[in-house]
């Protein structure tokens, strides 16, 4: 008998702690305080400069994902020298990447000058039956060539200069 009362008064303290836990823990959960961030500070231009860096990467990886190009050429027959061939280009990259294949595709140095910007300078560009010549020409003064970005073509390579900015 007594086994017998020890099993029931151990069941129902068992079911009161489980019963009392199950209170507390609800009773902790429904708390009337929000968890709100603290409040938010004026930024310094630091972390403004930074927090604009960060949208413009982001932009432009966006921009470099849908990068596309095509160099082919025209279906008239081409000049023997490199130099003088025709190509067809379509462009949506970056400026840097361009020129590197252009270089490779005319068997031309491809010199790059001062220090490049954090994001890549991205250029939109079509051509068709052009020399290389025109294209570095087209480049150098397209609208949206940023001022302190400077390409020149000689006959033994294609420069790109980044100006001081």
């Not at 507390?24 to 630091?46: T, V």
Request: hydrophobic share 40%; aromatic share 6%; net charge negative.
């Amino acid at each position: 008998m007594v086994t017998r009362f020890t099993t029931i008064f151990l069941r129902s303290i068992r079911g009161f702690l489980l019963w009392g836990s199950l209170v507390f823990l609800i009773g902790c959960s429904s708390s009337n305080q929000r968890n709100e961030p603290p409040p938010i500070e004026e930024l310094d231009p630091a972390d403004l400069m930074i927090l604009n860096a960060v949208a413009n990467i982001s932009e432009n990886i966006r921009k470099l994902e849908t990068n596309d190009i095509s160099l082919s050429s025209p279906t008239h027959p081409q000049p023997t020298a490199k130099k003088e061939r025709l190509i067809d280009i379509k462009w949506n990259g970056p400026l840097e990447t361009l020129l590197l294949l252009l270089g490779q595709s005319y068997d031309r140095e491809v010199e790059i000058l001062g220090k490049p910007p954090l994001t890549p300078v991205m250029i939109n560009l079509s051509r068709e039956n052009s020399t290389l010549e025109e294209i570095i020409n087209t480049i150098a003064e397209h609208e949206t060539l940023p001022e302190w970005v400077k390409v020149s073509i000689t006959r033994d390579e294609i420069k790109l200069v980044y100006v001081s900015f």
